[in-house]
């Protein structure tokens, strides 16, 4: 059971692309980890278009797929046709409203989670980042010390030039 949640949450974590400043998460992608066809979760959308609100769905334009296979190496796009939809966090939430099976529900239920580990991963690396701007600031000035010392080493005056010994040819 834990081998098979830690294979899901490295699918989740592939899924998850930044499209327009924010992580989404495309149809074609959740409609595989849901056990649907991509059609049946785009129509069961359609339905309830009234809960999906530009900020939870929105149409992924030719330039941003364009740029999104670029930046995918092993891509999963295939020859659709067809316009692909990004689901933002919240558009993820909204679909367990939708598709209402079992196997829905638990994947949403680790989507959330995975959602919840991204942004707590990227708080972390920006505290860490932080942190080490001010350890710069804090340290630039006693390197900076170490530089003029090795700096006057450096420009002292030279020694004699001692004949080289042995064989010159």
């Known amino acids: 059971m834990r081998r098979s949640v830690a294979l899901l949450e490295d699918k989740i974590a592939g899924s998850i692309h930044i499209v327009r400043g924010m992580k989404v998460m495309f149809d074609h992608e959740l409609a595989k980890l849901y056990?649907?066809?991509t059609r049946v979760l785009t129509q069961s959308v359609k339905r309830n278009i009234s809960r999906?609100?530009?900020d939870f769905m929105f149409l992924v334009t030719v330039q941003e797929v364009i740029n999104l296979?670029?930046?995918i190496v092993t891509s999963s796009w295939?020859?659709?046709r067809r316009p692909t939809y990004a689901f933002s966090?919240?558009?993820v939430a909204m679909?367990?409203?939708v598709l209402n099976s079992e196997r829905a529900i638990q994947v949403n239920?680790?989507?959330m989670r995975m959602f919840t580990k991204l942004r707590q991963l990227m708080e972390t690396h920006a505290d860490l980042k932080k942190k080490?701007?001010?350890m710069e600031k804090k340290y630039d000035v006693q390197f900076g010390i170490v530089f003029k010392a090795i700096k006057r080493l450096l420009s002292s005056p030279k020694e004699k030039v001692r004949p080289k010994i042995g064989f010159h040819g």
């Open 35 to 37: 056990g649907v066809e």
């Open 52 to 54: 999906f609100p530009k």
């Open 69 to 71: 296979k670029s930046q």
């Open 78 to 80: 295939g020859g659709t």
């Open 89 to 91: 966090e919240q558009g």
């Open 95 to 97: 679909l367990s409203s």
């Open 109 to 111: 239920i680790q989507i």
């Open 132 to 134: 080490i701007e001010d």
